[in-house]
């Protein structure tokens, strides 16, 4: 049960509690500069997810093996394997898309996200949870980059794209309102950084409110506690009050009397019988 419980947070975490960009502000070279559009902040996201999982797993088969005092070293070149790997892969299938992200796939290798992943987690834990650790950090890194992305385009063009950079036949653009009305800036590189802090102040916003209502619950909890206790002890009091002020109005004549003592009389000494005339003749 223990064990199920960490996998389940090794997935969880790195999607909502640590997320890489909006929680723990990693990787932000490539969160600026790939999140364009959609489709191009998709495809660093799929890239980034597989590099994590195949160096997780390495990783942490190999963590009782690899020395401590060049852990760091073969961590980065175990990355580098991958990242070489996924690089060719996608300039071989989706050309447009690896010239689209360009020098910013071959800096997977310095992404500290991949890194720091290896180090915290995938040299401590097994194998399975890594890889459920790599999948919910980079999927919780895919959905930042397609928000701040989104954000980008949608502002800065006034349409959403897809199928310019993934081989799907055609591309398919969705006008939500006329270009001329869109803000260029956003798609500029400037507009990064308007669109993470829009997005971060959002997010701070959301906390700020959600902190000060439970510290409200919690003052009213409290205050109950003390309007309750109070007024137990306001009834206690009175109880007592009462009870005092029944005693001291008893009458002293209505008090239960002590029993009187018991006299210890001596019997009356026995009169002689008055004489007879026999006896007076006798005499």
């Given at each position: 049960?223990?064990?199920?419980?960490?996998?389940?947070?090794?997935?969880?975490?790195?999607?909502?509690?640590?997320?890489?960009?909006?929680?723990?502000?990693?990787?932000?070279?490539?969160?600026?500069?790939?999140?364009?559009?959609?489709?191009?902040?998709?495809?660093?996201?799929?890239?980034?997810?597989?590099?994590?999982?195949?160096?997780?797993?390495?990783?942490?088969?190999?963590?009782?093996?690899?020395?401590?005092?060049?852990?760091?070293?073969?961590?980065?070149?175990?990355?580098?394997?991958?990242?070489?790997?996924?690089?060719?892969?996608?300039?071989?299938?989706?050309?447009?898309?690896?010239?689209?992200?360009?020098?910013?796939?071959?800096?997977?290798?310095?992404?500290?996200?991949?890194?720091?992943?290896?180090?915290?987690?995938?040299?401590?834990?097994?194998?399975?949870?890594?890889?459920?650790?790599?999948?919910?950090?980079?999927i919780g890194y895919t959905i930042a980059l397609c928000v701040v992305a989104f954000i980008r385009e949608f502002i800065g063009t006034g349409a959403i794209s897809f199928g310019v950079y993934f081989p799907i036949g055609r591309a398919y653009f969705l006008h939500i309102f006329p270009q001329e009305y869109a803000l260029s800036?956003?798609?500029?590189?400037?507009?990064?950084?308007?669109?993470?802090?829009?997005?971060?102040?959002?997010?701070?916003?959301?906390?700020?409110?959600?902190?000060?209502?439970?510290?409200?619950?919690?003052?009213?909890?409290?205050?109950?506690?003390?309007?309750?206790?109070?007024?137990?002890?306001?009834?206690?009091?009175?109880?007592?009050?009462?009870?005092?002020?029944?005693?001291?109005?008893?009458?002293?004549?209505?008090?239960?009397?002590?029993?009187?003592?018991?006299?210890?009389?001596?019997?009356?000494?026995?009169?002689?019988?008055?004489?007879?005339?026999?006896?007076?003749?006798?005499?």
């Open positions: 049960m223990k064990d199920s419980i960490t996998k389940k947070a090794a997935f969880v975490s790195g999607i909502i509690k640590e997320n890489p960009v909006f929680v723990s502000l990693l990787g932000m070279c490539p969160t600026l500069a790939t999140t364009k559009s959609v489709e191009s902040a998709i495809g660093m996201g799929i890239l980034v997810i597989l590099v994590l999982l195949g160096s997780n797993l390495l990783i942490s088969l190999l963590r009782k093996i690899i020395p401590s005092e060049v852990k760091i070293p073969c961590y980065i070149v175990v990355i580098a394997t991958f990242v070489t790997i996924v690089k060719m892969l996608t300039q071989a299938f989706i050309p447009a898309l690896y010239s689209s992200l360009g020098v910013f796939i071959s800096l997977i290798v310095v992404n500290c996200i991949i890194l720091g992943r290896a180090e915290a987690f995938a040299s401590k834990h097994g194998p399975v949870a890594s890889i459920l650790d790599a999948l919910g950090t980079g800036i956003f798609v500029q590189s400037a507009g990064g950084f308007l669109a993470l802090g829009l997005v971060l102040a959002v997010m701070a916003c959301y906390k700020n409110v959600k902190d000060n209502k439970k510290a409200a619950a919690e003052k009213a909890r409290i205050e109950e506690l003390k309007k309750k206790k109070a007024e137990e002890l306001a009834k206690k009091k009175a109880e007592e009050e009462a009870a005092k002020a029944t005693a001291e109005a008893t009458p002293a004549a209505e008090a239960p009397k002590a029993p009187a003592p018991v006299e210890n009389k001596e019997p009356e000494e026995k009169k002689a019988p008055a004489p007879t005339p026999e006896l007076k003749e006798a005499a």
